[in-house]
T-cell receptor, first 117, second 112 residues
Framework: GAVVSQHPSWVICKSGTSVKIECRSL??????MFWYRQFPKQSLMLMAT?????????EQGVEKDKFLINHASLTLSTLTVTSAHPEDSSFYIC?????????????FGPGTRLLVL | ELKVEQNPLFLSMQEGKNYTIYCNYS?????LYWYRQDPGKSLESLFV?????AVKQEGRLMASLDTKARLSTLHITAAVHDLSATYFC????????????FGKGTRLHILP
């Protein structure tokens, strides 16, 4: 089956620093990837849609200058949390769409747990 | 605005019992997903329901979709402890905003 990886799996950083999270589709090409954020015991909230070769589409309330998304190739999207603060601590999950099959579905990465001190 | 509501949000049940989780959504969609999430882990895809009347089964889990009622159900038969997890439904609105919207999740705790 389709595999999506994320790196790193967890990261601890100081307040004010920037953190980059990578999302890769390992055995398929994905023109569209999604970035979600999940706070403890809550649902997934879509942050942005990442399209290869074009600017990301951000959901309402998500600061595009704070959460920089780059979808440089068909297998890689990156999310950079700039000037991270403790309230950015969360579980960040990416997903990628596999097209061309009967059931178009999103395949989720394993997630990146971010703790900002 | 699309809303996806799951019911119940928390469920504690004994092994061997049957139960159903409900997922209502507020606008037209013909594609609905069910996911499982274990603590500290990402999402595992369980079912993709693509049309009205679709029914899919995997082991003790069975999912169905009624697009006219805008309702999907996830039925658990003879629950076992290993099914303890959080279950999310998500509704797809690709044709409009190219995204899916998640319900709040149902935390299922199965007592041995």
């Amino acid at each position: 089956g389709a595999v999506v990886s994320q790196h790193p799996s967890w990261v601890i950083c100081k307040s004010g620093t920037s953190v980059k999270i990578e999302c890769r589709s390992l055995d398929f090409q994905a023109t569209t990837m999604f970035w979600y954020r999940q706070f403890p015991k809550q649902s997934l909230m879509l942050m942005a849609t990442s399209n290869e070769g074009s600017k990301a589409t951000y959901e309402q309330g998500v600061e595009k200058d704070k959460f920089l998304i780059n979808h440089a190739s068909l297998t890689l999207s990156t999310l950079t949390v700039t000037s991270a603060h403790p309230e950015d601590s969360s579980f960040y999950i990416c997903s990628a769409i596999l097209l061309g099959q009967e059931k178009e579905t999103q395949y989720f990465g394993p997630g990146t747990r971010l703790l900002v001190l | 605005e699309l809303k996806v509501e799951q019911n119940p949000l928390f469920l504690s049940m004994q092994e061997g019992k049957n139960y159903t989780i409900y997922c209502n959504y507020s606008t037209t969609s013909d594609r609905l997903y069910w996911y499982r999430q274990d603590p500290g882990k990402s999402l595992e895809s369980l079912f993709v329901l693509l049309s009205n009347g679709a029914v899919k089964q995997e082991g003790r889990l069975m999912a169905s979709l009624d697009t006219k009622a805008r309702l999907s159900t996830l039925h658990i038969t003879a629950a076992v402890h290993d099914l303890s997890a959080t279950y999310f439904c998500a509704v797809d609105i690709w044709g409009r905003d190219d995204k899916i919207i998640f319900g709040k999740g149902t935390r299922l705790h199965i007592l041995p």
